[in-house]
Structure formats: structure tokens, C-alpha cells
């Protein structure tokens, strides 16, 4: 809606940082737009009514209670993937209507499961860790060609690494809800059951929708089917992994390394995240899935049309 000075009068708000495209571009369209990308839930929670859509990516929590704060609130504009850091169901019974970013960030996440899987197998960055601490002493590491790697979630992600390692040379199994023979023909691949993939995948990628049919998908009775000498690689959500299990399993030598770039608590303050960042096999990037200038610039141009379109559509 366009005030009499022709300027809009919906106002938006960003939370978390956005590449500036997206700012300027909803600014030239004459919106009013508050880069706050370090913003507390209390602030939040004082000043959320003022606006007509909220920018957020992964940081900001968006409760049910502060989306009732928000009484003017039409839009939620997700700059990424993954929605469950908005409660979906206060956000629907409240009419406000959600979109995301989804497929920006599919390249940058599937290169960082390829760079942690490498990096885990021939331990990189803990070889590098003694180097500098002046420990200049070799390691044993593993080839990933002609190993088999499991997806567990094969949707953008899972898919796109898949094709990746296949490429590489590495056999593909996949788990997922939903299957799709189109998808898994075109990394010569197989859908099986999740034991079986547990069972006998040397890597495995979990890149699965955080919902609650997956949350722990990964628990004590899981680790158990897994192969001693399996690396597991987890960018998706931390939490479809039992934290307890996965510390157990890499204390007793049940798994042989864990490379992940999600962690229940972001930044990690729980004694479980503490054991696990300190041990030498595990490898844990903070959050930077989406962090490429590439996804980013992708993210803001599809946003900025999305973010347009939906205004658009809402005020008719
Ligand atoms: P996607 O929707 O294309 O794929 C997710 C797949 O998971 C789908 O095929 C779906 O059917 C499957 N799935 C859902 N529930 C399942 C279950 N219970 N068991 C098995 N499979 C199940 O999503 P995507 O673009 O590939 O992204 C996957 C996830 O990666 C996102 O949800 C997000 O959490 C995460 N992600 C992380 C980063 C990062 O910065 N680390 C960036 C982007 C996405």
C-alpha cells in the first residue's frame, strides 16, 4: 500500500545479515526498510508490531509469542531454507504468510559435505592443528572413490552431493519419505531402508528436513547399525541427531569421525557440544552452509522478487 507521497507504507525489517542487493533493492521500490542484523528477542519483541514483513535467516527465533507481538505482521521472508526456526503453526493462525529462499544455497551446501568428507578422511584440519602446534608427525588417512556413500534426506542437497561423490567415483544410497526413481537414476544410485544404508555406507550424509518425523533420526539404536569406520557428515539441522548417542558412539570408537556445520546450541554452550568440539576427530564449521558470496547474491535476488511478489498479492 502507497501513501499519499507515493512512498509504501509497509515497513520491513531484517533481522539477520542479508547481502545489501536485498536492502536496496525493496528500498528502491519505496519501502521502508530497519537492517537489524544483530537484534535481541527482547528488542525484537518491542518493535515487531511496527512492521509489515520481517526478514529472517537461521539466528532469529521467531516464537509464537513474538509473532503475536507483531499485530500488523503479513510476511515472513525466510533467506534460506529450513523453517523451523518459525513456529509454522502460530505464523499460519495468525494469516501470515511464509516463504523462503529454497534451492539458493543447494551448491555451497553440497561443496561444504564434500569439503568436510575430505577433509575427515584425510584429516586435514587436524594434521594442520599439529603442524601449527608444532607436531609435524604423519597420519593414515582413506581414498573416497570406490566407497559407497549413504544420503540420508535426498532432496537439493543430498541430491546435489550425491552427484558429487558419484562423479568421484563413490556408489550412492539414499533414504528418504519421498522417492523419486528420476532423481536417484541420475547418480546410478539406490533408495534402501535406513538400516540397510547405516549397515553399509563407508560415508554417510544426512541432509534431511528438520520435522518431527526426523528429529533423531539418528539415535543410540542408529549408531549401533553404523559401520565402525564410517564418517558421518551433518550440514542439515543439528537436532535429527541424538547429541548423547553421537558423543557415546565416537567416545567408544562406534563411528570414526563426525564433521558437521550445525550444533544444537549455535554458538555451542551445552557440557555434550563441549565433549564433542574438543575431540580430535570431529570437525564443525559455524553455520556457513549458505555462507558463499555466490549463494548469498542468489538468495537476495530471489527474496527481493518473492518479497515484491507477495507484498504485491497481499495488499490486493
Ligand atoms: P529438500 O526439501 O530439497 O530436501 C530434504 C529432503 O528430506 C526431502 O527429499 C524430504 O522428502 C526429506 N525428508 C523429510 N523428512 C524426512 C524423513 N523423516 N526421513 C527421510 N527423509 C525425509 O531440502 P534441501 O534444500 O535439500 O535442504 C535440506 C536441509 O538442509 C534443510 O531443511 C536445512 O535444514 C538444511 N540446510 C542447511 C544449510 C546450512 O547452512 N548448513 C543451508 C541450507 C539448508
Known sequence: MKSDSGEQ???ILVTDPVDQALVSGLENKGYRVDYKPEISSGELMKILHDYCAVVVRSRTKLTSNL???????KLIARAGIGTDNID????????????TAAGSSTQSVAELNLALLIDLARKISYLNRNVRDGRYKKSMGIEIAGKTAGVIGF??????????????????????????PELISGVSGQYVPLDTLLEESDFIIVSVTLVDRS???????????????A????????????????????????IAAYGADVLWN??????????????????????IGAQTEEAQERVA????????????????
Do not use: W
Open 9 to 11: 507504507t509497509c515497513g
Open 215 to 229: 528429529e533423531k533420526i539418528l539415535g543410540e539404536e542408529q549408531f549401533g547399525k553404523i559401520r565402525k569406520d
Open 67 to 73: 509473532l503475536h507481538t507483531g499485530k500488523g505482521l
Open 155 to 180: 532432496g537439493r542437497i543430498g541430491f546435489q552431493t550425491a552427484f558429487y561423490l558419484n562423479t568421484l567415483g563413490l556408489k550412492i544410497l539414499a533414504y528418504d519419505i519421498k522417492e523419486s
Open 88 to 99: 509454522m503453526n502460530a505464523a499460519k493462525e495468525l494469516g501470515i504468510r511464509v516463504i
Open 231 to 254: 564418517i558421518l557428515i551433518n550440514t542439515s539441522r543439528a537436532e535429527v541427531v541424538d547429541p548423547d548417542a553421537l558423543v557415546s558412539a565416537l567416545k567408544k570408537g562406534n
Open 266 to 287: 549455535e554458538p555451542p554452550d551445552s557440557p555434550v557440544e563441549r565433549d564433542l568440539i574438543a575431540m580430535d576427530n570431529v570437525l564443525i564449521t559455524p553455520h
Open 301 to 316: 535476488k530471489m527474496m527481493l522478487e518473492n518479497i515484491l511478489k507477495s507484498l504485491e498479492e497481499l495488499d490486493s
